[in-house]
C-alpha cells in the first residue's frame, strides 16, 4: 500500500490569505468534487465527512498542540503552561477526569438557565445602537495594560438613528457580534460585565495560538494576553473558593464525579480551574462572535429567509444549525498522527499533520440530493461523486444556505467530533438561537449596506466588517 506522501494529489493551500469569500468556497468546492484528499503546506487534508470523522476520532491522531509550541519555540512561561494545560492538548484518562467534571457545568440542561440572561444581553445591546453604543477594548502594546478606551472612535459608543428615509444602520461586528459573547462569557463566569471588553481582547489573542501566522509575527502580544488573563482569573478563583455562586468557576469548584470503576474522581484543582475557564473563554467568544456574523450575512443575502425567520422566530434554532453547517468558522482543525496508520488502503506515518475540513463535511449529508458525497475512492484520494437517494426533499441541496430545508440531521462537524468535541457547544447555540430570535423581527428588510470585509481562513473565519441597514421598526 502506498504511503500519502508517495501519492500525487491536488493541493489545497489554505494559508493563502486571498482564500476566503466567494473564492474560498469555488475552490473547496472543486477540490471536494475531484476526491476526498489533498495535500497542503503542513499536511494533508481530508474532505469528506467519512475521513473526517475518522481522523477526529480515531486514537492514533491527536491535536498537535504541544507539536505547534516546539515548531515556534514556546518552551517555557505562561503561554507554555497554557498550551500543555489546555484540554484541547490533554488526551487519555486525566482528559476524561477533566471532561467529566466539565461537562455537568455545560450541559444542554446546565446552559438553558442562561438563555433568559442571553435575551437580556441582545436586547441591552440592540437597544444600545440607537442611544448607548458598542463597548470594546482598546489593543494594548505587549507590556502595557489593557484598558476599555471610551474615547477612541475605533471604540467608543455607536449611537444610530433613523435616516431621512427611515432606514437604520449599523457596522455589525462592532456594534453586536462582538460586544455580545463576550457579555455572555461575563456573565457565565460570574463576573461584572464592564470586564467583557477584557475578556474579548484577552480571547482574541489567546485564540491566535491556533493560528500559523500570528504565532510567527505576534506571538509577544499572545504571551501577554495569556499572562494577564492568568492573573485575572486566579484571584477570581481565590474569591469563589471563599464566597461561591452559581457560577461556572463556583461550580468547577465544587464538582464531583466518579470513574469508571464508581471510584470518586479528585477534584479539580485551582490551576485546573483557571485553565478550564481559560479553555472556555478562548472557545466561546471569538467563535461564537465570528459564527453570529456569518450567521447574519448569509441572512442579509437571503432576504425571503430573514423576513421568514423574522415572521417565525422559533426557526432560530433550525437558523442556527444551518449556519453552522453551510459556513463553519473553524474550516479546518490540525491533527497529527501519533502511530502509523492505514485509512482507505493510504499509509499515514506518525507525524503526519491531517488537516480535516468542516466546510466540505458539512455538505456530505447522507443520501442528499445534490450533495458532493464522494465514493471512498482509489489510494490516490479520487473517487467520483456519489448519487443517492434525496433524504431532505425536493431543494434541499447542501451546496445552498436554506434555514427551511428539511435536511438530514448528521451532527454538523463545525464543533468536532469525538473525545474532543467541542466543551462550549451547547452554551454557544443558546448564544446564537436568542441573538437570532430577538434581532430577526425587528430588524425588517435587512439587508448589505457595503461589502462584508472577511478575515482568513486559518484559525477562526470571521467577519471584519459586516455593514448592514434595515428599516426602523415601526
Not at 465527512?49 to 491535536?63: D, G, H, K, N
Not at 499515514?348 to 445534490?370: E, Q, W, Y
Not at 469525538?418 to 436568542?434: K, T
Request: hydrophobic share 40%; aromatic share 6%.
Amino acid at each position: 500500500m502506498p504511503r500519502v506522501d508517495e501519492l500525487e494529489l491536488p493541493t489545497l493551500d489554505y494559508t493563502d490569505p486571498t482564500l476566503r469569500g466567494e473564492r474560498y468556497h469555488a475552490t473547496l468546492r472543486e477540490l471536494r468534487a475531484g476526491g476526498w484528499l489533498a495535500a497542503g503546506p503542513y499536511g494533508y487534508a481530508v474532505l469528506d465527512r467519512e475521513s473526517i470523522e475518522f481522523f477526529l476520532r480515531t486514537r492514533s491522531a491527536v491535536f498537535p498542540g504541544m507539536t505547534i509550541a516546539e515548531l515556534f519555540g514556546v518552551r517555557e512561561g505562561p503561554l507554555y503552561e497554557e498550551m500543555r494545560r489546555n484540554i484541547l492538548h490533554i488526551n487519555g484518562p486525566d482528559h476524561t477526569r477533566l471532561r467529566s467534571l466539565l461537562n455537568p457545568s455545560l450541559s444542554p440542561r446546565a446552559v438553558e438557565r442562561h438563555r433568559e440572561a442571553m435575551r437580556e444581553l441582545i436586547e441591552e445591546i440592540f437597544k444600545g445602537i440607537g442611544g448607548g453604543g458598542s463597548e470594546q477594548a482598546a489593543p494594548a502594546a505587549p507590556g502595557g495594560p489593557i484598558v476599555p478606551a471610551a474615547d477612541d472612535p475605533a471604540t467608543s459608543p455607536v449611537v444610530v438613528a433613523p435616516r431621512a428615509n427611515n432606514t437604520m444602520a449599523c457596522e455589525f461586528v462592532r456594534d453586536i457580534a462582538k460586544p455580545y459573547p463576550s457579555r455572555a462569557i461575563a456573565h457565565v463566569m460570574g463576573v461584572p460585565a464592564d470586564d467583557a471588553p477584557r475578556l474579548n481582547h484577552w480571547s482574541n489573542w489567546i485564540q491566535r495560538q491556533f493560528d500559523a501566522v500570528s504565532m510567527t509575527e505576534r506571538k509577544p502580544e499572545i504571551e501577554q494576553a495569556v499572562s494577564e488573563f492568568y492573573e485575572y482569573a486566579w484571584e477570581l478563583v481565590r474569591a469563589r473558593r471563599e464566597q461561591p455562586g452559581d457560577d461556572l468557576i463556583s461550580l468547577l469548584i465544587a464538582a464531583t464525579g466518579d470513574d469508571e470503576s464508581g471510584a470518586k474522581m479528585e477534584r479539580l484543582s485551582d490551576v485546573e480551574c483557571v485553565n478550564l475557564v481559560l479553555n472556555v473563554l478562548i472557545g466561546g467568544v471569538d467563535t461564537t462572535q465570528s459564527q453570529l456574523a456569518h450567521a447574519v450575512r448569509l441572512l442579509a443575502e437571503h432576504p425571503h429567509q430573514w423576513a421568514l425567520l423574522g415572521e417565525h422566530p422559533e426557526l432560530a434554532a433550525q437558523a442556527v444549525e444551518e449556519a453552522l453547517r453551510y459556513e463553519p468558522i473553524t474550516p479546518f482543525t490540525a491533527r497529527i498522527v501519533t502511530e502509523e496508520l492505514t485509512y482507505r488502503d493510504v499509509v499515514f506515518p506518525a507525524g503526519t499533520i491531517v488537516m480535516v475540513c468542516a466546510f466540505t463535511g458539512n455538505r456530505d449529508l447522507p443520501g442528499a440530493g445534490g450533495s458532493s458525497t464522494a465514493a471512498e475512492g482509489d489510494a490516490s484520494g479520487n473517487g467520483a461523486a456519489a448519487d443517492g437517494a434525496n433524504a431532505d426533499g425536493p431543494g434541499a441541496d447542501p451546496n445552498t444556505f436554506d434555514i427551511a430545508a428539511q435536511r438530514d440531521r448528521a451532527r454538523v462537524l463545525t464543533f468536532g467530533a469525538g473525545v474532543h468535541f467541542c466543551v462550549g457547544a451547547n452554551l454557544a447555540r443558546v448564544e446564537l438561537q436568542e441573538a437570532l430570535a430577538y434581532l430577526a423581527p425587528r430588524m425588517p428588510g435587512m439587508e448589505l449596506a457595503g461589502e462584508p470585509v472577511y478575515e482568513g481562513i486559518t484559525g477562526i473565519y470571521g467577519l471584519a466588517e459586516l455593514p448592514l441597514r434595515w428599516r426602523a421598526a415601526a
